[in-house]
């Protein structure tokens, strides 16, 4: 059981860094890109909307920086996977 709860977090984890990663890039609607980058908003929103509505976006200049990502994955990683290791 322990192993298959840290599966499943590390391909959150990298779920999430895709959802990153594709965001940088722009998408035609209708292009694989396009679905690709809708299928990981449909995974990754139901955990990142409550955190970015406890944090908003960090405004520096013009620009917003979304802190919600960050601290998703920072929980996952520091505090869930040491939770789940020492599960027996």
């Known amino acids: 059981m322990r192993n298959l709860l840290l599966t499943l977090i590390q391909i ?6 895709a959802r990153a990663v594709i965001s940088w890039f722009p998408a035609r609607p209708g292009s694989g890109l396009d679905h690709a ?3 990981l908003d449909r995974v990754t929103e139901p955990v990142l909307a409550p ?3 406890l944090l908003p976006p960090m405004r520096i ?3 917003g920086i979304d802190l919600s990502f960050i601290v998703v994955l920072l929980f996952l990683e520091l505090v ?3 939770i789940v290791v020492r599960l027996a």
Do not use: C, S
């Open 12 to 17: 959150y984890i990298l779920v999430l860094i």
């Open 37 to 39: 980058a809708r299928a």
């Open 51 to 53: 955190v970015r509505r």
């Open 61 to 63: 200049g013009g620009m």
């Open 80 to 82: 869930l996977t040491p």
